[in-house]
């Protein structure tokens, strides 16, 4: 029920805004860079701390399932990008195939996860197991890292593919479309940031040697 | 139509749910500050019963441990569910689209979101009372190594802490965005209020500097549950990396306390004065100034905790030149005043009452922002004074201001002037009796932090016990006077009650729904033209 003299402001705050709706979303993902910002600097404080332990435990990782798992995220992040470019041109159906196919490359890259992360418990080496606590302090701090970073990230990555189902549901009804896309394109900004912490977090992880 | 037949935002719809769920900006202000307000008292319980404590050297009333206990929960309750959300989740909600000429924030329902977190982290905080080895008993500032040891239940106070970090950066988010999106034709941002201002230059501090304490935070659970050294040096850890990644978020958030209540000010004495603000664009500048310097001076809280000489002159340099735009406003407040024609009302003797408590916060500021000084007076109750000179002298005195200033708008009630005034005597006596012995007995080398005293300390703690009474009877006088407005027969409040310029004023007291009656003018000569536009 309404009750009001008709008064129709002309920048509403219930109107809708793309152009809002997008300076949220960078924004919040400043946030989130600034979130992963204080990891890299307690990580880079304490690789200079011990330099040559966080290179011998870097060695334990596997180059060739992170790198599989850049390729399955860097992928992702074109189907994305093509999707909102689909739904721009009103192909919803084909916006919504390239989600989909983003969403299946999410759960490909957590169960490329799983298999990593379980092979280090296998070895013992998630905080607190035995091999782990035998192992000198710098190189401990590396697997500690490790997992607390990319497992923040694997987290994101959940939030995303979540993010990313409900829009592919609000496309199908009918929800979003060629006037109105800015929840796709948002989507695409979060997995563009997830996407993009990856690529920070995989050569610090893996490849510096 | 007639205007007065239009229902204001109270009228449209009934029931708790309809404000539980309402994403009416004026709604979530005001759900904000009831809850805010039920969080101050309890903070306030706390502090007289420390005072009470502190009365006479000795035990009188509390074990060590419950006294420490008891201040943490003070202090987590002060900063994070009073001080920092206070203002702009309040007046900001409330007021910014208004003041925009808008009829909401830019996205209503994350700002409904934010009230839920806030409570949801704020039942957190509370939790902790009720199971395990009780409240946390650090200080407010988490200290590693000790936060990494101590049986009580720092995890969960830290993850409430997280969590009310959430609720706000969704406030800040939604201000720059409504700032960004939402004025209203016409209104540029050198039209802007100062409030307004203010509130742009502290949402940015709360997105640029809250995520860092988030990850710190959780990173302290991290070694609490998991048992890795990031910060306890005894199983190899850095205590001193904590407290750099503690400062470079809570220094910053000292603004988030302060620069909303130097917005408050700067509304208020314009009104007050009927004359336009000395310096609108110093002002306004000076407020981003603060933001960015202020990044850069957090180490001022680590002069004693180990740094190399060269950081530490370049802190206590830098801390200095925070001081020039805090002056800045200072000086351009009390221009304002001069050969203003001077109306002296409740919210003006809270602005006055905020310079003076201020300049005493701030000038204390510099002493310990000093190295030699800070040397000696680190960990001294001169640092509680100054504390409580800045955020409560200060901040909480700005936060009554408004609160005095905006009542009639708000609910289209008045208060009775005159308790008011008498109140606002006891409350500021009260404050200053209770805080000024504290800078005393800080010189002296008085410690903070601990329930007992050498008895060379004994008088200054005296008067302060007592200046705590005084200051809970003025508090209590104060918002019973407030809460007696709202019975009654209603009085003829009108749209405009005390002259202001601001965009506010032109819709009825209280809003309807959707803010304006009618479209709001913006005022020709800028927002403080009082000569060019009355
Ligand atoms: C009636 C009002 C108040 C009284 C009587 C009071 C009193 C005190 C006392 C006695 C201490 C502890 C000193 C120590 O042992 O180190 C303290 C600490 C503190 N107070 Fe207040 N206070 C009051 C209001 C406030 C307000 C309004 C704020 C914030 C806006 C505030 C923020 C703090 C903080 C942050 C601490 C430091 C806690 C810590 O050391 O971890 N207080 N207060
Ligand atoms: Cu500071």
């Known amino acids: 029920m309404e009750h009001h003299s008709g008064l129709v402001l002309p920048n509403s705050g219930h109107n809708r805004d793309a152009e809002a709706s997008k300076l949220g979303m960078w924004l919040f993902l400043f946030t989130e860079f600034l979130l992963f910002g204080g990891l890299f600097i307690v990580y880079m404080v304490y690789r200079m701390l011990n330099p040559e332990a966080f290179l011998t435990a870097s060695y334990q990782l596997n180059v060739t399932l992170g790198a599989m798992n850049t390729v399955v995220l860097l992928v992702s992040s074109m189907t994305i990008a093509m999707s909102i470019t689909a739904i721009q041109q009103g192909n919803s159906k084909r916006s919504i195939q390239l989600l989909v196919f983003t969403v299946a490359a999410s759960l490909v890259f957590l169960v490329i996860k799983y298999f990593e992360w379980s092979a280090k418990i296998h070895h013992g080496l998630f905080p607190g197991m035995d091999v782990f606590n035998r192992l000198p302090h710098g190189e401990g701090l590396f697997f500690y890292l490790y997992f607390f970073m990319t497992g923040l990230h694997a987290l994101h990555i959940i939030i995303g593919a979540i993010f990313i189902v409900v829009v592919i549901f609000r496309t199908k009804n009918g929800l979003l479309n060629a006037d109105n896309y800015s929840h796709t394109e948002n989507a695409g900004l979060y997995w563009h940031l997830v996407d993009m912490i990856w690529i920070y977090l995989f050569p610090l992880f893996y490849l510096i040697h | ?534």
């Open chain 2, 1 to 534: 139509m007639a205007a007065t037949t239009e229902l204001n935002f109270f009228q449209v719809k009934k029931g708790l749910f309809s404000w539980i769920f309402s994403v009416d900006h004026k709604r979530v202000g005001l759900l904000y500050l009831y809850s805010i307000m039920a969080f101050f008292l309890v903070g306030v319980i706390l502090g007289v019963l420390m005072r009470l404590e502190l009365l006479n050297p000795g035990k009188d009333l509390m074990e060590a441990k419950t006294y420490n206990q008891v201040f943490t929960m003070h202090g987590v309750i002060m900063i994070f569910l009073f001080i920092i959300p206070s203002i702009p989740a309040v007046f900001g909600n409330f007021f910014l689209p208004i003041m925009l000429g808008t009829d909401d924030v830019a996205f209503p329902k994350l700002n409904l979101l934010s009230w839920w977190i806030y409570v949801v982290g704020a039942l957190m905080a509370l939790s902790t009372l009720l199971f395990g080895d009780g409240p946390a008993d650090t200080g407010w500032t988490f200290y590693a190594p000790y936060s990494v040891r101590t049986g009580t239940n720092v995890t969960m106070s830290v993850l409430a802490a997280f969590v009310l970090g959430f609720a706000n950066i969704l406030t800040g988010l939604n201000f720059i965005v409504t700032i960004h999106r939402l004025r209203t034709p016409g209104m540029t941002f050198f039209k802007m209020p100062l409030f307004a201002w203010a509130l742009y230059a502290t949402s940015w501090i709360q997105l640029l500097a809250t995520p860092i304490i988030g990850i710190t935070l959780l990173m302290i659970v991290a070694e609490r549950v998991l048992g890795v050294g990031l910060f306890d040096p005894s199983i190899g850890g850095d205590p001193i990396l904590y407290q750099h990644l503690f400062w470079i978020y809570s220094h910053p958030a000292v603004y988030i306390m302060a620069l909303p209540a130097f917005g408050i000010i700067s509304e208020l004495l314009p009104t007050f004065t009927h004359r336009t603000i000395f310096g609108y664009k110093a002002i306004a500048f000076s407020s981003l100034a603060i933001a960015f310097v202020g990044y850069f001076v957090w180490g001022h809280h680590m002069f004693t905790t180990g740094m190399s000489g060269a950081a530490r002159i370049v802190f206590s340099i830098m801390t200095f030149l925070v001081a020039i735009p805090t002056a800045i406003k200072v000086f351009n407040w009390v221009a304002t005043l001069y050969k203003g024609s001077i109306d002296v009302q409740p919210p003006l003797l809270y602005a006055l009452g905020f310079i003076f408590q201020f300049m005493i916060g701030g000038l204390s500021g510099l002493v310990l922002g000093a190295l030699a000084s800070d040397v000696h007076l680190h960990d001294t109750y001169f640092v509680v004074g100054h504390f409580h000179y800045v955020m409560f002298g200060g901040t909480g005195f700005a936060f009554f201001g408004a609160l005095h200033y905006w009542y009639p708008k708000i609910w289209g009630r008045m208060y009775n002037k005159t308790i008011a005034n008498i109140a606002f005597v006891i409350f500021f006596i009260g404050f200053n009796t209770l805080y000024f012995p504290m800078l005393i007995s800080g010189l002296m080398g008085m410690p903070r932090r601990y329930y007992d005293y050498l008895p060379e300390f004994h008088l200054p703690n005296m008067i302060s016990t007592y200046g705590s009474w005084i200051l809970a009877t003025g508090l209590v006088l104060m918002l019973g006077n407030l809460i007696a407005g709202f019975f009654g027969p209603k009085p003829e409040i009108g749209r405009n009650y005390w002259g202001g310029i601001t965009l506010e004023w032109q819709t009825l007291s209280p809003p309807p729904l959707q803010n304006f009656d009618k479209m709001p003018e913006i005022p020709k000569g800028g927002p403080y033209d009082f000569e060019n536009n009355y």
